[in-house]
């Protein structure tokens, strides 16, 4: 500290950790991630709050009033008026984790859905679609550009438009625009195929 070099090395170390621990597999755990978040968004925009906290672990329930926490401790807190931070996790699931003594700071950490199954793009589907397009089927839980996509999976983005194109024609996909950008998601079709073919 005193020589002014802690922030380089940290900044290094972590660069390392980085490259060794999460490089390879970040498109996967960030696709978990977004599409987790994506999940709960329209489950609370179509049946609210209450049953969004009471669906995040089997442990955890909301009566109307109170946020309930299976746990051999009791303890009380009370966050009226205060944010309640919600944070999906890839890393240990099927824990959780709770963090709500510090009212100012509280904080749920629950499992991201669908990251028990593995990456996404090496199950049947894989073998049903070929693995290009079971992956980037995997990775439309969220409205993707053919650029976007292109980036994200490291394939040309030739490649990626005719993928995309097979599956549209396939009804897998639905597709909508953004200004100048079209943007693919998968279908209610594509969803349930995509749920259960992996």
């Not at 070099?5 to 755990?29: E, S, Y």
């Not at 746990?71 to 699931?93: N, Y």
């Not at 693995?131 to 650029?147: F, H, K, M, N, Q």
Request: glycine fraction near 10%; aromatic fraction near 8%.
């Amino acid at each position: 500290m005193d020589a002014g070099t802690f922030a380089t090395r940290a900044a290094a170390g972590l660069a390392t950790f980085w490259h060794n621990a999460f490089a390879d597999t970040w498109t996967t755990i960030r696709t978990a991630l977004e599409q987790d978040l994506a999940r709960r968004a329209d489950t609370m925009t179509r049946k609210g709050v209450g049953y969004l906290l009471g669906g995040l672990h089997p442990r955890l329930s909301f009566d109307g009033d109170q946020l309930h926490f299976a746990s051999r401790f009791t303890e009380t807190c009370h966050l009226e008026g205060e944010d309640l931070v919600l944070t999906p996790t890839v890393f240990g699931w099927p824990t959780f984790s709770l963090q709500v003594c510090d009212p100012t700071n509280a904080i749920i950490t629950f499992p991201a859905s669908g990251v028990a199954d593995g990456p996404p793009g090496r199950g049947p589907l894989a073998t049903l679609l070929g693995s290009s397009r079971a992956l980037i089927l995997a990775d439309l839980g969220v409205p993707r550009s053919t650029d976007e996509l292109s980036r994200r999976h490291s394939l040309a983005p030739a490649t990626v438009s005719y993928h995309l194109r097979v599956m549209f024609k396939a009804g897998l996909l639905l597709r909508s625009r953004e200004g100048h950008h079209v943007r693919y998601r998968r279908s209610p079709h594509g969803q349930l195929i995509s749920e259960h073919g992996e």
